[in-house]
């Protein structure tokens, strides 16, 4: 008797087990992804900066504001002075050259230019997770259209893509953290919506991830701004920028907070290197006397001219692999 049509494919092995994440390195070359926000930082992705800030004009300062806005806008910058582009680009060069000397491996994206003003600052358009990205919708229009392009780099390193954020749902990495392995927190805010908070929520249930919903008040854009992992179970806070109930949360997690001292809001935007070792913008003494004493290492870099663009040194950068802790 001959065999059924296409019977030789029983003879084909099944693919479907191991689990995806069992096999990630095997098939896709590396551990991609992040559990935390604290194991060892292997590698990184960053855009310089280019001319795209040349738009940004010095007789455009609107006082009421307290900045640069383009009546257009495309752009806004918390200086009275026009960008010193030599001094963003020295800024930012440094923060490359101070994470290699941290043993990071850093993937440097050249410039979008065009309207892109903002782009310089990787982590938005994407979040990492355990196995790789889930890329998110930008919540104004002036970054709208940076999302095809960091998709197609991110896939170009070799990083999974797990989801994308897409209908009216719009959300910012600069406003997920993973607190812990199997436990994330989503700050909802006037750029990251809730429609956005319902497609991550389903996309991180696929990989075991609970997702905590953190409202940020009046017109703050991330939690990054007020809430960061320094160690695995400590986090610099401004208390003033989180809602009560997430601070609760945080103690019932065993999660010790540590209060960063007022008027030094960049010093929340680090970047843990490995627990308990953390790089920090230049401008917050009071803040790393803190963290120090309390047993963190901190490494600063000058990176002033780089905030007044609106984010700092863990909102210019995108992890592609981190150990967990």
């Known amino acids: 008797m001959s065999a059924a049509p296409d019977a030789h494919q029983a003879a084909m092995e099944s693919a479907a087990e191991p689990p995806f994440h069992e096999e990630l390195e095997q098939v896709w070359g590396a551990a991609y992804g992040a559990h935390d926000e604290v194991g060892v930082l292997r590698r990184v992705m960053m855009r310089r900066p280019g001319e795209e800030l040349a738009a940004i004009r010095a007789d455009a300062w609107d006082e009421e504001l307290g900045a640069l806005v383009d009546p257009h806008g495309r752009w806004y910058w918390t200086g009275r002075e026009a960008p010193d582009l030599e001094l963003v680009a020295a800024q930012h060069a440094g923060l490359v050259e101070a994470l290699r000397a941290e043993g990071v491996e850093v993937d440097v994206l050249e410039p979008l230019g065009g309207g892109f003003v903002k782009s310089v600052y990787t982590r938005d358009p994407s979040i990492t997770v355990p ?111 989180l809602p009560y109930d997430f601070l609760v949360t945080l103690r019932e997690l065993g999660i010790h907070t540590i209060e960063a001292a007022g008027g030094e809001e960049w010093g929340l935007n680090l970047l843990c290197l490995r627990p308990g070792r953390v790089l920090m913008a230049e401008g917050s003494p009071r803040t790393v006397e803190l963290l120090e004493r309390a047993g963190i290492e901190v490494v600063t870099i000058p990176y002033d001219e780089i905030h007044k663009n609106g984010g700092g040194v863990h909102c210019s950068t995108i992890e592609l692999v981190r150990d967990p802790a």
């Open 131 to 241: 196995g790789g990205a889930i890329v998110g919708r930008m919540g104004v229009r002036m970054r709208r259209g940076e999302e095809p392009h960091v998709t197609r780099a991110l896939a170009g390193a070799g990083m999974p893509i797990l989801g994308t954020i897409t209908g009216t749902g719009t959300l910012e990495g600069g406003s997920f953290t993973k607190l812990r392995p199997g436990l994330a927190a989503f700050g909802t805010s006037i750029r990251c919506n809730h429609e956005g908070e319902r497609q991550l929520r389903a996309l991180l249930d696929l990989i075991g991830v609970e997702l905590i919903r953190v409202p940020l008040a009046g017109y703050s854009i991330h939690i990054d701004l007020h809430f960061a992992m320094v160690d695995v179970d400590r986090a610099l806070i401004n208390p003033a920028g």
